[in-house]
Each structure stands twice: as C-alpha cells, then as structure tokens.
C-alpha cells in the first residue's frame, strides 16, 4: 500500500469520526483488499468445509466496524488492528457455536508454532488459541494485542508498534515473547 493510500485512510478514518458519513463512503473502497486479503488468511487456516465463508466473514466484519461508534479511529494501524480483533472475535462465535451445537465432539487441539504464522494452510484450533490469548491478555495486554495485529491482523512490526505507541523493539520483543509463552500454553493443554 503506497504512503498516498496510507494517509488517505487516516484522513478518511479521522472525518468518519468526526461524523462525516462521505468518508466512510471513501474508505470502503480503499480498505476492501485488505480486509479480503485478511479473511482469506484466517478461513485458510480453518478446516476445510467451514460453514463460515470468506465473504460471510468480511460483511460481518464491515457491519460490526461501521457500528463501532465508541472507536476513536487513529490510523490505518488502529482500524487494521480492530478488523483482525473483530475477524477473530467473529471465527471465535462460529466455532463456539459449531462446537455447541456438536456438543464439544471431534474438537482436536493443535499446537501454535513458529510455521503457524508463516504456513497459512494449517488448521488451528481456533478456541484453544482463543482461550490461550485471553489468558495472555490476563498476564499481559500488550502482548495479546501485537499477537492479534501480527498474528490475526497481518500488521508489520512497524504498523503493530505505531497502533499500539510502543518501538519497534518493543513490539518485535513482545511478538517473540508472546509466540514463546502461547507455544508452551498450547503445548501443555494438548499434553
């Protein structure tokens, strides 16, 4: 994404706050692809034959972002970071329910890995993952959220440290921490 763009959607993202609907007209377009790129990743690595698409996913996703009136939109980092929030939250209920509704059976838990951010083709265990980063944000908030920009949102070190105002030192350190303590978490559940 050009520096054009990228200042383009902070400024749409700071009219939109300031209650111009216009902006969100303008903004849609620009945070399409990305959006999609990022649905894409999360329902790849989500079994196969998943009831939730990848278009069902980002509708979801818009309608829930647009009725976000509380938010503050800061940048583009900030609203990237609460899309994959939101993506996450929204993977989250679908397998709850599917699992309800199979009443917990043939739920298996994978580890997380150092591949699991690179290969997008493995199936996580969506809740145990879940369940293991809310436990980290119990422990640490920051470092819960670099996993959900990084890990779910696809955020560069760089956009990760400026959405969330801390270094790139800092983030890379609490991307490498993170990773290392869910590693263990999920490794001691599947034990």
Not at 126 to 134: I, Y
Request: net charge positive; proline share 2%.
């Amino acid at each position: 994404m050009s520096a054009t763009s990228t200042h383009e959607i902070t400024r749409l993202l700071l009219s939109w706050n300031d209650g111009d609907q216009m902006a969100l007209d303008k903004l849609v377009p620009l945070v399409e692809a990305e959006l999609r790129r990022l649905a894409r990743t999360y329902m790849n690595r989500e079994r196969a034959g998943h009831t939730l698409q990848t278009t069902a996913l980002i509708n979801e996703a818009y309608v829930r972002l647009i009725d976000s009136h509380s938010v503050q939109w800061q940048s583009r980092a900030h609203f990237y970071g609460i899309a994959a929030q939101v993506m996450r939250r929204i993977l989250v209920d679908s397998a709850r329910k599917r699992n309800y509704r199979k009443r917990g059976g043939g739920s298996h838990q994978i580890t997380f890995n150092e591949t699991l951010a690179i290969t997008p083709a493995e199936d996580p265990n969506v809740l145990a993952l879940d369940e293991a980063l809310n436990e980290l944000a119990r422990i640490d908030e920051r470092k819960a959220r670099v996993v959900e920009m990084r890990f779910f949102g696809g955020l560069s070190e760089k956009e990760t440290a400026v959405a969330l105002s801390v270094s790139p030192e800092t983030a890379r350190r609490d991307w490498r921490l993170a990773k290392s303590w869910l590693l263990r978490q999920l490794s001691q559940e599947s034990a």
